[in-house]
Structure formats: structure tokens, C-alpha cells
């Protein structure tokens, strides 16, 4: 980061008026590098998170992968708000599991507080004849298809995780001057 230096004569008031913009200027400064940090870690979280999907082996259809993206949020004192966003409508299913088999393998993260996922639940699940767990539904070639449900492959949870040990590299790139 490059060194800001205020010098400032305080007997002076056109001294002190000029170290008060500089303190200004400054703070537009870190608040504009803020801003830059965060969407460059969203734009790398999008990468990261399509390598995910595919390392996973998510990739059923090109919707997932095509869906992720970052996303501005808004702005915070100091900075900005990005999000990288998968908004797939089978998304979260990738990513928590569906299933007597996403029970088997379940999400490996934390959920929120208030926040749950339940395994093999709703209306819609069937036992057939030989035991198993599962439910019906139809492909888009209109054959139908009994799946007992699919492992969590947590994409995302592995795309903050790995965004996290970047976050202290990524801050030196973008605050050196």
C-alpha cells in the first residue's frame, strides 16, 4: 500500500483545512480499494465456484454453470457488497443434497441459525417393492425416472472456504500502489 503522508502545522488553519482534505481524500481512497477488494473476490468466487461444479462432477446441464455469477449488493460504510450468486432453481439441491443418498453424504457446513434442510422428506417419496427410498420424476426427454436422491456436492461452501485463504493475497494486490 502506498504510504499516504499528512503533514500539518497546527497553529495553521489553511494547515489544518489541508490536512483535513488530505484525511478526505484518504478515506476516499480505502473506500474505493474496499469496493475493488470485494467484487475482485466475488469475480474470482465465480471461477472458483465453477471449478467447483465441475470437480464435483454437478454438471448435469450447462444451467448451474451458466447461472453462477457475482453480484452487487449495495454499499456498506467503507465499501461494497458483492455476492457470488448461483441461481439455478436446482442449485441448492446440488449443493445440500437430496435424498436417502444426500443423507448418507449430508452437507458438510454450518447452516444458519433458523435455517434447516431435511433429507428424504415431503410428499413425494415412495418406498418400492425392493426397499428402497425415493421418487419419481420426469426427464425432459418425458420418460419418467425414480431416483433415491443425489450426495451434497457444496460448491459454494468450498468456494468461501477457499475465497477465505485468498482474501489477505487478494488485499495486497489490490491496495499496493
Not at 433429507?119 to 433415491?148: C, H, P, V
Amino acid at each position: 500500500m502506498a504510504k499516504h503522508k499528512i503533514v500539518v502545522n497546527v497553529f495553521s488553519q489553511k494547515s489544518i483545512e489541508g490536512a483535513i482534505k488530505g484525511l478526505q481524500r484518504y478515506q476516499d481512497y480505502l473506500t474505493y480499494k474496499c469496493q475493488l477488494l470485494a467484487e475482485k473476490l466475488a469475480e474470482r468466487g465465480v471461477e472458483i465456484a465453477r471449478v467447483q461444479v465441475a470437480e464435483l462432477d454437478a454438471i448435469f446441464t450447462t444451467e448451474l454453470l451458466s447461472s453462477i455469477h457475482s453480484e452487487y449488493k449495495g454499499s456498506v460504510k467503507g465499501g461494497g457488497v458483492w455476492a457470488v450468486v448461483a441461481d439455478s432453481s436446482h442449485a441448492v439441491f446440488v449443493e445440500f443434497g437430496t435424498g436417502v443418498i444426500g443423507k448418507a453424504q449430508p452437507y458438510k457446513g454450518t447452516l444458519p441459525e433458523g435455517v434447516t434442510w431435511e433429507y428424504a422428506s415431503g410428499k413425494t417419496i415412495r418406498q418400492l417393492a425392493d426397499g428402497r427410498y425415493g421418487w419419481f420424476y420426469k426427464g425432459k426427454d418425458g420418460n419418467w425416472y425414480f431416483t433415491e436422491g443425489m450426495p451434497s456436492r457444496p460448491f459454494m461452501y468450498n468456494t468461501a472456504n477457499e475465497l477465505r485463504s485468498i482474501i489477505v493475497s487478494t488485499a495486497k494486490e489490490v491496495f499496493k500502489d
